[in-house]
């Protein structure tokens, strides 16, 4: 959007408020497609997803000032209903939207148990959600708050196969919130995991709008792998401009399920036509979505080339980020919390936030006190340092936050002496595990500080130090062998005894279990690796001269290759690898392509992505002549951990897909519509997405078939993946 269009948009909302009566001013609406305050100043969000539902443990508030720190306008909040995840309860809420506006921060709060529904099996219905906005104790913590807060009804409630429940269900959900009485702006994400590249809520955007009695939504899209170049970032901004609907990007990030996302773009274009942007997210992401954090580890003196980025390259939250009007104009202030340390007589550390937008520094009274840093500007924290009191009398110092114009904030600081009965004991003193990976607790009951060791590999303890009354965790990992085996845990204070905890893991039975039990390789010579997991010796053989299995024995743990040479006929052909060991038995079922030939089709299969958390495949269609009939169907095995999470296509709406699981394998379907024709093209893609459990999937094993018509003819193709 030219600085003109901007300026006349500008002065459209000022006409329009001008002729809106006063009663319309409460809390955020929309003004000629624009998102304003209850000043009728427009206000364009920059700011940053927080994580708190998964992380209640941490110092929100502390998280929050230093997210504020960035010059973030904005916070978008993770809650969660009781669907997925532990209920955040009201007073929870109404604490989150205090800081956020003690800290000068919009909370836009959302709710994620609805993410994916029902293509994630866990999630519940934007109904659920619903019911979290309108129950007392949310509607206590927001009621009053319109000025402050925008209700995100529902994060990515609709996967991939619910399109066509979209529109209704999210027009019931506004409708409902209004008849109970919210009146605060409403954000709804789009279909499609929130990416809609089906275009169901952009092109069903106007029905939205007025089936919403205060016409007062705002519409969130999340641009992740579907945004991959400028031009669908371009299309899907301007439709919402020429229909004059307010669109703020809720999430997105520079990289998604493996996949790039041209994250500098929706910056660019962002800032261009006067949309906002939320990034995903300030830390916490596990697995392969480290590449979205913002922070190492909630770490805001660490940041990651994303997290620099958004926050402080070209149009990022500090070049353009503008604090809402509501808050009024900024005054000097500089606060502490907590204003009181107590420590035990060890060296210890403690952490206290500082809110503030002056610059300050920091003295200490006491030698045995120190601070890091000394000096900060703006919101931040400070670390507090005691080293040991080896004294017989408890002590005390001050600590002393300064800043210009505002008074001084003191933080005292406390430390008990050291007992005159030095002891150590730990609960129980033997633990007994079965012969499974396993973890148990102990008590430690002392008034000292300690440290913990053990004397075998197969035992873990954390934490391995502690002061005073503490719990420690050990673990073992699972026994193989054949026999029990037994280990030590020592717990050593200083001026006492050490205490010995026992620890034995009972022998298992026989055991053996096979990475895959069926190996599906197409018409070419192909192999095939298979690993063996058993606490005893076992052997392999085959019943095929075109199956060779190496090597034919072990023992233990291990890996075998299954091999099978090109089968030149036209039919399938199959065979059976039979491992034995311990009185156990374990096959795998072969069965192998014949030769087929798609003439004027060719088909490849592609491993796109591959973690333990996050796997994908692809067919890629190549074509010489006019399809006119085409299914693609992608079988992956279900190994252990793996659920199917997604699928797309670069064909768009001219193919329907769906997907389905049984206990065995995951089944991914595209179907070429009827009437349909695919013109000469190469690359097509059609994409199957599994989630994991750690553990990465052997997807050696996965198959495809691709059948139709083209050129007037039948072709029927099929393959694994490479």
Not at 97 to 120: F, N, P, Y
Not at 622 to 648: D, K
Request: glycine share 10%.
């Amino acid at each position: 959007m030219s600085t003109l269009i901007r300026a006349l948009r500008r002065a459209a909302i000022l006409c329009t408020l001008l002729l809106l009566p006063a009663a319309s001013f409460a809390g955020f609406f929309i003004a000629n497609g624009q998102l304003v305050d209850n000043n009728g100043t427009p206000f364009i969000m920059r700011g940053v997803n927080y994580p708190y539902t998964w992380f209640q443990s941490r110092n929100t508030q502390q998280d929050l000032a230093a997210i504020a720190a960035t010059g973030s306008n904005t916070v978008r909040v993770v809650l969660s209903t009781g669907g997925q995840w532990a209920r955040v309860n009201g007073p929870q809420v109404a604490q989150i939207i205090q800081w956020c506006k003690d800290l000068r921060m919009i909370a836009v709060l959302e709710v994620h148990d609805s993410t994916g529904w029902s293509e994630q099996a866990s999630a519940v219905n934007i109904s659920n959600a619903v019911q979290y906005w309108t129950s007392s104790d949310i509607r206590a913590a927001i009621n009053g708050q319109e000025n402050f807060v925008i209700v995100n009804i529902a994060n990515e409630p609709f996967g991939n196969n619910t399109t066509a429940q979209y529109f209704t269900q999210t027009r019931d959900a506004i409708i409902a919130l209004r008849n109970a009485g919210v009146t605060h702006n409403i954000m709804v994400d789009a279909a499609n995991w929130g990416q809609d590249w089906s275009n169901e809520m952009r092109n069903r955007a106007m029905e939205l709008w007025n089936a919403d009695t205060l016409r007062n939504l705002t519409f969130s899209v999340h641009m992740y792998e579907v945004y991959q170049s400028l031009a669908p970032i371009q299309t899907y901004m301007q439709a919402f401009d020429d229909m004059n609907l307010p669109l703020v990007i809720g999430e997105f990030g520079p990289i998604n399920n493996g996949q790039p996302v041209d994250s500098d773009s929706v910056i660019a274009q962002a800032a261009q036509r006067g949309n906002g942007y939320i990034g995903w997210s300030w830390s916490g992401n596990g697995g392969s979505g480290t590449g979205l954090d913002m922070t190492n580890n909630f770490d805001p003196a660490s940041l990651t080339n994303w997290g620099n980025r958004i926050i402080n390259g070209t149009n990022g939250i500090r070049a353009t980020s503008v604090i809402a009007s509501v808050f009024g104009p900024a005054t000097s202030n500089l606060t502490v919390s907590p204003t009181t340390l107590t420590f035990a007589p060890g060296a210890s550390s403690s952490t206290v936030a500082v809110t503030a937008n002056v610059s300050w520094t920091v003295t200490d009274n006491q030698t045995w006190i120190s601070v890091t840093p000394t000096s900060g500007s703006n919101n931040g924290s400070l670390t507090v340092s005691v080293t040991a009191n080896t004294g017989a009398t408890s002590r005390s110092g001050t600590v002393t936050v300064s800043g210009t114009g505002v008074p001084a904030r003191t933080i005292t600081v406390n430390q008990a002496s050291q007992p005159n009965d030095l002891f150590l004991n730990t609960t129980p003193t033997s633990l007994s595990f079965s012969s499974g990976a396993s973890s148990m607790n102990a008590t430690v009951t002392s008034n000292v500080s300690w440290s913990v060791t053990d004397n075998q590999t197969w035992i873990t303890v954390t934490p391995t130090s502690g002061s005073n009354n503490g719990t420690i965790a050990v673990s073992v990992t699972a026994n193989t062998g054949t026999a029990s085996r037994s280990g030590t845990v020592t717990v050593t204070g200083a001026g006492v005894a050490q205490r010995q905890i026992t620890v034995t893991q009972a022998a298992p039975g026989s055991t053996l279990t096979l990475s895959a039990s069926t190996w599906s390789p197409g018409a070419a010579a192909a192999t095939f690796a298979v690993t063996v997991t058993s606490n005893g010796n076992w052997s392999a053989v085959d019943d095929q001269s075109w199956l060779s299995v190496s090597p034919t024995s072990g023992s233990g743990n291990g890996n075998f290759t299954l091999s099978a040479t090109a089968n030149t006929g036209t039919t399938s052909r199959t065979g059976t690898v039979t491992v034995s060991g311990g009185g156990l038995t374990r096959t795998i079922a072969v069965t192998q392509a014949g030769v087929s030939s798609g003439g004027s089709v060719t088909a490849t299969g592609l491993v796109t992505s591959s973690s333990g958390w996050f796997s994908e495949e692809q067919v890629r269609v190549n074509n010489t002549a006019n399809i006119t009939a085409l299914t693609v169907t992608i079988s992956v095995q279900r190994t252990a951990g793996v659920n199917a999470s997604g699928q797309y296509n670069t064909v768009g709406g001219q193919i329907t897909q769906s997907n389905s699981c049984t206990s065995t394998v995951c089944t991914y379907v595209y179907t070429l519509n009827s009437g349909q024709t695919l013109t000469p093209a190469n690359g097509r893609s059609f994409a199957a997405q599994m989630s994991g459990n750690g553990t990465v999937h052997p997807t050696a094993g996965d198959t495809f078939t691709v059948t139709g018509t083209a050129g007037g003819s039948a072709f029927s193709l099929q393959g694994n993946f490479q």
